[in-house]
């Protein structure tokens, strides 16, 4: 039986320390050694291995009919994980940039998010779209989006970013067991980041936040790739006497809105860090969520740090411009202290 797991610390790793990719890579093999329902389709991911090496070794230990290459063409391969899924198949479909996963909209919007409903909950789509986001390595505007904003504002689909290699393992095997369609999202940075991650089957549970980093005088709300920025910034600011609670929330959807209240009752600030563009994006809504539900507790106003509202540019150091780095975090932090508010106690 698998551990049904929420963090590291509960789950011995015995010191064993593995590459994202690989995590990733031992929750496909696992998965598919297990269920002989999920498969693996997308575009350079048999013989090649995927473009980050993800699916190593899957075309030789499964065989073409279980690992599928396909041509470039993601509304297809997209529609037939969406037919396969109906069918009663676990597909695993991978597109190689989450920008590639607009020519597949339709299938996934109009399609998969809302089959459960329109069969009154006897239809199922248990398909999981991996793909990645991100700027990095200047790959330019049409390769670097982060575009998790669409699809969590869909209801009907469930949306994963871990920011490690233990939680990428726990929660893709998660994904591939659920009933519904998950968006997965990986980020091009972390495919190489390393991290302690147990020989034994875990899972972590869709819906579950992790606070990666305890404290007293401010929450930290991050996913992704922005969770190791944070934390580093964090550690820096320590270092100046400010204690800050880390928050990872892993899945966006379902969100662990009580994680994220329980910590900011606690600390009274709140930062909210997204590499997306500010305008229309998740850290919007999560503030939201917490002036409905925590207002009384807040001592000043909720700081997003956020992506610039501009395409992804090719240049190097303009694309560090556009993106969170960890200076930016470790202002935002500061001057969500700066500005607090005393509270008038009630007479």
């Not at 199922?124 to 779209?129: G, K």
């Not at 329980?262 to 590499?275: A, P």
């Not at 539900?293 to 411009?321: H, M, Q, S, V, W």
Request: glycine share 8%.
């Amino acid at each position: 039986m698998p551990v049904n797991d929420t963090s590291t610390a509960t789950v011995a790793t015995n010191g064993r320390e593995i590459m994202y990719r690989e995590a990733l890579n031992e929750a496909l093999r696992e998965e598919m050694s297990r269920d002989p329902a999920v498969f693996c389709i997308g575009v350079g991911i048999g013989d090649r291995g995927g473009s980050y090496r993800v699916t190593v070794g899957l075309l030789e230990q499964f065989g073409r009919k279980r690992v599928i290459d396909t041509p470039i063409s993601e509304a297809s391969f997209t529609g037939v994980g969406v037919g396969a899924a109906i069918t009663g198949m676990r597909p695993v479909v991978e597109i190689l940039f989450i920008d590639f996963s607009m020519l597949a909209l339709d299938q996934i919007i109009n399609q998969a998010a809302k089959y459960r409903f329109m069969t009154a909950g006897e239809g199922r789509v248990p398909m999981v779209l991996r793909t990645q986001g991100g700027a990095g390595g200047a790959l330019a505007a049409q390769h670097s989006q982060s575009l998790e904003a669409i699809y969590y504002h869909i209801p009907g689909l469930k949306v994963v970013m871990p920011s490690t290699p233990y939680d990428a393992k726990g929660l893709l095997k998660a994904a591939i067991r659920d009933d519904g369609p998950v968006i997965f999202l990986e980020h091009k940075l972390l495919y190489m980041t390393k991290g302690p991650v147990p020989q034994q089957e875990y899972l972590v549970e869709l819906g579950e936040a992790e606070v990666k980093r305890s404290g007293n005088d401010v929450t930290l709300i991050a996913w992704s790739n922005m969770v190791l920025r944070s934390l580093s910034a964090a550690e820096k600011l320590a270092e100046e006497g400010i204690d800050v609670e880390v928050i990872d929330l892993r899945t966006l959807v379902p969100l662990d809105a009580n994680t994220v209240l329980e910590s900011v009752r606690k600390t009274e600030h709140v930062v909210i860090v997204q590499e997306a563009v500010r305008r229309g994006g998740v850290a919007s809504d999560i503030a939201s969520m917490i002036q409905q539900e925590a207002f009384d507790y807040l001592d000043a106003p909720i700081k997003i740090c956020a992506g610039k509202n501009t395409p992804i540019p090719f240049n190097l150091r303009l694309e560090a411009a556009c993106v969170p780095q960890e200076q930016d975090i470790i202002q935002a932090v500061k001057n969500a202290l700066r500005h607090q508010q005393r509270r008038v106690p009630p007479p």
